[in-house]
């Protein structure tokens, strides 16, 4: 039997296997609720231009509501011979409400009616991944907030630095989280703009009214070029890309977590609500959410370019190929939409050691900085002089297999004799962050600042 949609030039129907490539129905009925908004506002539009009359519009309209309750409550047979969600929409309409179906498809195609869908289940995703991002930079804002001034170290080339407080570690993801935030803000205005009736790449002739359906569906303006609205899959790898930036960020700060969960670091406790056991080891508590949300990256990266490849030296306008965005898209927002709230749960629930955090905060001779940093202030010593005779006294402390406090006086003079007992006191690692009171900087009064800027801004 042929296709009831363009069964007049077929004399035969597809092959098996011809329907098993074409079908996105197994995928694609996830935007059934958009397919269904796109259509209901194409009918309305229809109507009120005269181009159908208002009855039937209505019917029309009426019988979506209709197909999207079964499709909500789970009575809808969707058919593998009808494709996709398109077509199974709308011959679901036609049992329901008769001819005036066959009227919804005036001065469309399923090309403006894919990208239209696609691009208002993007649009929810960018909102979505916005709310997680906005949850998660709640859950890092109490723990700084908590840890404000907590002394940790501070690592480059994960040796040892400088000092640093946990507020200000935290604040550090803070930024981060909320670049990707106005990331895909930028993204969401870019590409809020509506393709429905571009046809099927050259407009129609029928009067119809683009920014009637562009307004009902919630886009800014109807895309400006009918080629390009149908060609335009740019709004999905903005996504995808974005999305790669935030699983990014995700997956450095997962892999702070393995680390600092570790017997050898005890940074942080997780909770046991996220974490897992062993079946052979009893004293194993691993930290198995963390590292898949290390590894979401992979894939999220991978579908942008994935998609990226599919749409490169694609012609103008429509091809097939444009149909495998979804399945990328659909995998990459899942899976970030569950590291985010994954991430935001674990934060919320981690405990930070401070006594461990403090005392690898002064190991490692975290304070010669600071040191260096005292010989140009007390003894208006050049840096670089500094830095030599610091170096010194570090290598001296290495080689008694102790830290620079506790050096006494006479070890420090044996080095440069014009050194004082007040040096003591920048070697602590409480004053070696509350000194760092430069803009940004680590110390706790900088980093109350940023809470509290931030604690408004995500409000
Ligand atoms: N299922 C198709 C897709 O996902 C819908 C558009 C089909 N358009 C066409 N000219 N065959 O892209």
Known sequence: TSNQMWGGRFAAGPDAIMEAINASIGFDQRMAAQDIAGSRAHAAMLGQTGIITDNDADAIREGLLTVLSEIDSGNFAFSTALEDIHMNVEARLKDLVGEPAGRLHTGRSRNDQVATDFKLWVRDQMDAAISGINALIGALLAQAEAGADWVMPGFTHLQT??????????????EMFGRDMSRFEDARKRMNESPLGAAALAGTS????????AEALGFDRPAANSLDAVSDRDFALEF?????ICAMHLS??????????SAQFRFVTLSDRFSTGSSIMPQKKNPDAAELIRAKIGRIFGANTALMMVMKGLPLAYSKDMQEDKEQVFDA?????LALAAMQGMVKDMTANCDSLE???????????????WLVR??????????????SLVAMAESRNCDLPDLSLEDM???????????????????????????????????KAQVALWKDRIS
């Open 161 to 174: 630095a400088q000092p640093v407080t946990w507020g200000h570690h935290m604040m550090a993801y803070v």
């Open 206 to 213: 029928f009067p119809i009214d683009r920014h009637m359906t």
């Open 240 to 244: 995808l890309a974005v999305s790669s």
């Open 252 to 261: 450095r700060f997962a892999e702070e977590l393995v680390i600092w969960s």
């Open 333 to 337: 927002a899942d899976n970030l939409m």
């Open 359 to 373: 005392a690898a905060a002064g190991s490692g001779f975290s304070t010669a900085t600071d040191l260096a940093d």
């Open 378 to 391: 007390a003894l208006n010593m050049p840096f670089r002089d500094a830095h030599h005779v610091t170096g």
């Open 413 to 447: 003079k044996s080095v440069h004799e014009a050194i004082t007992a007040d040096v003591f006191e920048v070697l602590g690692v409480h004053n070696s962050v509350a000194s760092r009171t430069s803009y940004g900087g680590t110390a706790p009064e900088q980093v």
